[in-house]
């Protein structure tokens, strides 16, 4: 896939480095382009690298994750303000594959498209908002219910592996800008924010499912004594 910069869609200021950074538009100008038949790829600095670079791991997993939300969505089961929630959450999910693919940058240097603390900050509200309502758990839920929910779980699940593969990345290539001929390193907000959007997805598989929807898991022990076997 071909991806070229067209205009520049929004120059932002980031607070924590007072650094303006461009914002621009993409345009897929070609599908399919050959370049990867050697099992190379380009990151988001246009830097070469292997397709089985944890980097790309880790954004591969964050385009799956974003996938299956899209199913669930697709289901036309979920209440609106679950909708509405899951759909800023598409859009932030290609912010953060962004993120991942584009090495941390030396100070001084347009940072790029980051994840930062008010997307996290923004998840956590959510997760409050839909969570403090909903009754304690006296164990463990098993997947399933509705199938806007069953698909939840499986977002749910693809989120948490994209977290762990983005900490694959991180401890290849550290959490801090270049120095010397080390390359930048991974944003560690973007790691947070796999850690807290897979919260929020387990807090919505049982707003969709409803107040009685949870499946519990049983322990052996307690499945033979209800079962009598």
């Given at each position: 896939?071909?991806?070229?910069?067209?205009?520049?869609?929004?120059?932002?200021?980031?607070?924590?480095?007072?650094?303006?950074?461009?914002?621009?538009?993409?345009?897929?100008?070609?599908?399919?382009?050959?370049?990867?038949?050697?099992?190379?790829?380009?990151?988001?600095?246009?830097?070469?690298?292997?397709?089985?670079?944890?980097?790309?791991?880790?954004?591969?997993?964050?385009?799956?994750?974003?996938?299956?939300?899209?199913?669930?969505?697709?289901?036309?089961?979920?209440?609106?303000?679950?909708a509405e929630v899951l759909r800023s959450v598409q859009n932030e999910?290609?912010?953060?594959?962004?993120?991942?693919?584009?090495?941390?940058?030396?100070?001084?240097?347009?940072?790029?498209?980051?994840?930062?603390?008010?997307?996290?900050?923004?998840?956590?509200?959510?997760?409050?908002?839909?969570?403090?309502?909903?009754?304690?758990?006296?164990?463990?839920?098993?997947?399933?219910?509705?199938?806007?929910?069953?698909?939840?779980?499986?977002?749910?699940?693809?989120?948490?592996?994209?977290?762990?593969?983005?900490?694959?990345?991180?401890?290849?290539?550290?959490?801090?800008?270049?120095?010397?001929?080390?390359?930048?390193?991974?944003?560690?907000?973007?790691?947070?924010?796999?850690?807290?959007?897979?919260?929020?997805?387990?807090?919505?598989?049982?707003?969709?499912?409803?107040?009685?929807?949870?499946?519990?898991w049983l322990p052996g022990g307690e499945r033979i004594d209800r079962?009598?076997?």
């Amino acid at each position: 896939m071909r991806i070229t910069l067209s205009r520049p869609l929004d120059t932002v200021g980031d607070r924590r480095t007072g650094v303006r950074k461009v914002i621009g538009m993409v345009r897929l100008t070609r599908i399919y382009t050959r370049t990867g038949d050697g099992g190379e790829t380009h990151l988001g600095d246009m830097s070469v690298t292997a397709k089985t670079d944890p980097r790309v791991a880790a954004y591969g997993d964050v385009d799956e994750t974003n996938s299956v939300v899209g199913v669930a969505l697709a289901t036309g089961e979920l209440p609106a303000e679950v909708a509405e929630v899951l759909r800023s959450v598409q859009n932030e999910l290609f912010d953060l594959g962004a993120d991942l693919s584009n090495p941390l940058k030396a100070p001084g240097q347009p940072p790029g498209l980051r994840i930062e603390q008010s997307a996290i900050d923004r998840l956590e509200t959510w997760c409050d908002r839909f969570g403090d309502p909903l009754p304690s758990l006296p164990s463990f839920i098993l997947p399933g219910g509705s199938l806007g929910a069953a698909q939840l779980h499986v977002a749910r699940t693809v989120a948490r592996r994209a977290e762990r593969s983005a900490w694959s990345a991180a401890k290849r290539y550290g959490v801090e800008p270049p120095t010397g001929d080390s390359p930048g390193g991974v944003n560690p907000l973007a790691i947070t924010y796999l850690n807290r959007l897979s919260d929020l997805l387990f807090i919505l598989t049982r707003v969709v499912n409803g107040p009685n929807g949870d499946l519990l898991w049983l322990p052996g022990g307690e499945r033979i004594d209800r079962e009598g076997r």
